[in-house]
């Protein structure tokens, strides 16, 4: 009888200890759970938000690319957890993506505790041209292990889990301001277009031929995002995303144009145009203009035979404007250089008119 005295003695004495340490040792998980609006998370895989925002000439234009991420304990015992898969993880063109964390369940911590990491986004191994990654932010992430507490207030010896997800404030802190969960990475996308447009001058000038335009976009980091085209370019070097060279042709009349919009900020474009129509200089083009219908001289800022660099997209939009001019200089009047050959002649008819004269006069 005293045995079993004693033994229920010393599990009296250990649930009271149990609920003495559960109660004492860490805060009340109900008060935490008041404190961040109910958005805490009792599962094992809560998510972090990955969010882009397009800035520029776009909003609907995302990269396809693999994210990198860090996680950090506050003590190297702490069970590992991880987010995506082995922190990576690789978007497909969307605006935004909940990518879950992987925490060990309460029987992996094994004791009662608060158990402290933060994770932030990384640079990550291959960047995408256009991108700004939200290397800044840290989301803190706080793992609460507690005995569970019953319907009547005491405390068992099962464990329970509680995960908060927050930035700024800890919300356990009597003093913290957190109201809300936060958990939103957001990295910004700056795109822009380029525009190109022909015009073609002079009395010579066929408004209706098409002439050969060649645009080559380069840029020192991949580019991963499909490019919008309008018209479909005669042709294309390249069928899929990561690139960073890439040459597109067009075929413009009079009067029309080509866009190409969604290219990254930061990529540098060069226009050239088919010389193979087009005579070296103005002087040239004067000489051939009555005899070769594909003689033209460029009169923009795209000369014949050169190409022009412009700078770099930003998030505005680029115009360029390509001129051709084809005419002729038609003689009117006397020219000066054939004044001396004009005299001589005139005074050879005067000569040749006085004897017609005399000889008249002598009959």
Do not use: C
């Amino acid at each position: 009888m005293k045995k079993i005295l004693a033994i229920m003695l010393a599990l009296v004495l250990v649930l009271a200890n149990v609920a003495a340490m559960a109660e004492d040792g860490l805060p009340d998980i109900s008060d935490i759970i008041e404190k961040t609006a109910g958005n805490e998370t009792t599962g094992t895989t809560p998510n972090i938000t990955k969010k882009y925002t397009t800035s520029g000439t776009a909003d609907d234009v995302f990269p396809t690319e693999t994210l990198k991420f860090k996680v950090t304990k506050a003590d190297d015992s702490y069970p590992t957890i991880t987010i995506g898969t082995n922190n990576t993880f690789t978007t497909n063109g969307q605006a935004s993506y909940d990518i879950p964390l992987t925490i060990p369940g309460a029987s992996e911590y094994g004791a009662v505790g608060k158990y402290h990491y933060t994770i932030q986004e990384d640079d990550p191994e291959t960047q995408s041209q256009g991108v700004e990654y939200d290397t800044t932010t840290v989301f803190n992430v706080d793992v609460y292990i507690t005995y569970t507490k019953n319907a009547d207030g005491t405390y068992s010896t099962d464990l329970s889990q509680y995960i908060v997800v927050y930035s700024g404030d800890d919300p356990a802190d009597s003093s913290s301001t957190t109201t809300n969960k936060t958990d939103e990475i957001d990295n910004t996308y700056s795109v822009g277009s380029l525009t190109v447009d022909k015009t073609v001058t002079g009395s010579l000038g066929d408004t209706t031929k098409k002439f050969e335009i060649e645009v080559t976009l380069t840029s020192a980091l991949p580019v991963n995002s499909a490019l919008t085209i309008s018209p479909t370019p005669k042709s294309d070097n390249v069928t899929g995303l990561g690139w960073t060279s890439r040459t597109l042709k067009f075929e413009l009349a009079n009067g029309e144009s080509f866009t190409i919009e969604d290219i990254p900020a930061g990529v540098t474009y060069t226009i050239a145009e088919n010389t193979t129509h087009l005579a070296d200089n103005e002087a040239a083009t004067q000489m051939a203009a009555a005899n070769d219908p594909n003689a033209y001289y460029v009169t923009g800022e795209v000369k014949a035979g050169e190409t022009k660099e412009s700078g770099t997209i930003s998030t505005t939009a680029a115009t360029e404007s390509i001129t051709n001019n084809k005419d002729i200089n038609v003689p009117t009047g006397i020219s000066l250089e054939s004044a001396p050959y004009m005299l001589i002649m005139m005074i050879a008819l005067a000569g040749a008119a006085m004897l017609v004269s005399k000889k008249r006069r002598s009959f």
